[in-house]
T-cell receptor, first 115, second 113 residues
Framework: EAQVTQNPRYLITVTGKKLTVTCSQNMNHEYMSWYRQDPGLGLRQIYYSMNVEVTDKGDVPEGYKVSRKEKRNFPLILESPSPNQTSLYFC??????????????FGAGSRLTVL | QKEVEQDPGPLSVPEGAIVSLNCTYSNSAFQYFMWYRQYSRKGPELLMYTYSSGNKEDGRFTAQVDKSSKYISLFIRDSQPSDSATYLCAMSGSGGGADGLTFGKGTHLIIQP
């Protein structure tokens, strides 16, 4: 089944304890992206990657790192999590372009709580 | 400027009703317009896609784009309880969203059986 898989789905951690949210896609997509979703703010892009070893900042990159060493994986790293990073995180990938636009396939989400 | 306005709802209608969901935007550079549906505890999934102005129909769903008014709509005919979800509009400029889509905050739709 074609999908984007994120882990963990749920995580409670404490301020300052480094964590990584993994993302893997099995569709051979070149484009991958991370979004966070917050009540009243909607979905906002954190980082994206056009291909292996190519990453760029989105709208809210502060406090996050990413890497793209392999085509299928795009982990999101929080070096020193803070409570304002409590959110629902989505990884997405895109391979199909309709008339030139990316069509995103989203993972199921990772709910992160930072105490 | 990236800004998309969408009424968060909740919007509650009886089964079988026609539903109208709307977004307005301010950036005239937007060229690609999409609707995503998000069920509770799930990721968004693409529902409809439109390039530039015009209408597009897919089964019970119709997407409309009026670029002159900077207004897009999604109509759902013969609404079903399974249509209960949050509907997100999304749009991007001529780059096709390579630097990210701009999403509305979503409208929570409830179809009452």
């Amino acid at each position: 089944e074609a999908q984007v898989t994120q882990n963990p789905r749920y995580l409670i951690t404490v301020t300052g304890k480094k964590l990584t949210v993994t993302c893997s896609q099995n569709m051979n997509h070149e484009y991958m992206s991370w979004y966070r979703q917050d009540p009243g703010l909607g979905l906002r892009q954190i980082y994206y990657s056009m291909n292996v070893e190519v990453t760029d900042k989105g709208d809210v990159p502060e406090g996050y790192k990413v890497s793209r060493k392999e085509k299928r994986n795009f982990p999101l790293i929080l070096e020193s999590p803070s409570p304002n990073q409590t959110s629902l995180y989505f990884c997405a990938s895109a391979g199909v372009r309709f008339s030139g636009a990316n069509v995103l396939t989203f993972g199921a989400g990772s709910r992160l709580t930072v105490l | 400027q990236k800004e998309v306005e969408q009424d968060p709802g909740p919007l509650s209608v009886p089964e079988g009703a026609i539903v109208s969901l709307n977004c307005t935007y301010s950036n005239s550079a937007f060229q690609y317009f999409m609707w995503y549906r998000q069920y509770s505890r799930k990721g968004p999934e693409l529902l409809m896609y439109t390039y530039s102005s015009g209408n597009k129909e897919d089964g019970r769903f119709t997407a409309q784009v009026d670029k002159s008014s900077k207004y897009i709509s999604l109509f759902i005919r013969d609404s079903q309880p399974s249509d209960s979800a949050t509907y997100l509009c999304a749009m991007s400029g001529s780059g096709g969203g390579a630097d990210g889509l701009t999403f509305g905050k979503g409208t929570h739709l409830i179809i009452q059986p």
